[in-house]
């Protein structure tokens, strides 16, 4: 394991909740929880409460207002929305600080599962689908070791703000996730024929797209010339312990969305573009490894964006190669990659469907 991940350990015997949508992916979570998880759980002495959701945000309220002492983790059996509604749900609670050390699991149970694949990565196993990576998945809850993972915040335009643990989409890639949501049924299929549907009427999208990357650290930007200088590198310094007990992280690489970014900022120069897509973990998908770099926890943004002008051909040979992670390999001008520490994507017009973690979201400005 990389030096500085350390593990915890979860106890035996232990409790754990599993937070389960049986409309998920083809609407077999259930089944594949009794036939093929539990029997796995009940061998390594871990002992589980069921809670099917019935409705959109039931997981949600359930882990925000629920006291969660009683479990030694959370494990969510689904696609990666129903873990996106538990980790907002965990961060809207006044504990939250606490609730955030709650091991969480996730086991694939939907047609998304990118976070799955990506821990199955990670762990070293071998690219599988399926039941496979069920078992694969399950077996890592099995042995019990947890690390951190790393989240990104994004705040809207309108004042939303969200905790994502996946990526942030605009455009080709979203148009796929959210056009496609009426194949569920032919799980992760679905994505395959949404993306040829979306290359045959391929769109391009305007905005402009700004970011901080990897290598700049606040310290390396210019010192401040006059005395407001300081609020334009990243926040306004508050003197330590002066947050209100239970107030949320503060955005520190971040200035409010109305002013300019800093100028240690790279501002892309190209503002028309067919997707912009900040990913966090290894995958997209099952089949899709579009950060073979990427580490659950390496405190990284890995930004892709491909620029207007590419041919249909060249992009479906991009998601071809994206299948085993070779995409960066075809040189392809563009297609660009950049790890980045903090972004902002302003649409020239509300066009396209914005995505966080595969949900969709109103198109506007948004940083992370």
Known sequence: ???????????????????????????????????????MLAEADIATTVFVTERPHHAHEKVRDEDLSQ??????????????????????????????????????????????????????????????????????????????MDLVSLSTASGKRFFSFLGFGWGFISDVDIDSEKYRWLGSARFTLGTLQCLAKLRVYQGRLSYLPMATEQSSSPAPRDPHASITNGHIPQPAGTEAPGSLPPDALLVPLGQPVPAHWTVVPEE??????????????????????????DGCIHLFYVKAGISRVTLLKLFLAMSRGTHL?????????????????????????MTVDGEALACEPVQG
Request: aromatic share 8%; net charge neutral.
């Open 272 to 297: 028309e573009f067919v997707l912009v897509y900040a990913i966090y973990q290894s995958h997209l998908g099952t089949n899709l490894l579009m950060a073979p770099a990427a580490r659950l926890h």
């Open 329 to 353: 390999d075809l040189n392809c001008p563009h297609l660009c990659y950049v790890p980045v520490r903090a972004f902002r994507l302003e649409p020239r017009v509300a066009a396209g469907i």
């Open 1 to 39: 394991s990389p030096p500085g991940d350390s593990y915890g350990v979860l106890p035996r015997p232990c409790h754990a909740l599993v937070l389960l949508n049986p409309q998920s992916g083809s609407g077999r979570a259930l089944d594949d929880f009794q036939a093929v998880v539990q029997p």
């Open 71 to 148: 479990w030694d983790t959370l494990v969510v059996m689904s696609g990666d929305g129903l873990l996106f509604e538990v980790v907002n749900g965990l961060m809207e609670r006044p504990d939250w600080k606490e609730a955030m050390k709650k091991p969480l699991c996730i086991l694939p149970g939907g047609s998304g599962n990118a976070l799955a694949a990506s821990i199955n990565y990670y762990a070293g196993y071998d690219h599988v689908a399926k039941k496979k990576l069920l078992t694969n998945c399950t077996f890592i809850l099995c042995k019990g070791l947890y690390t951190q």
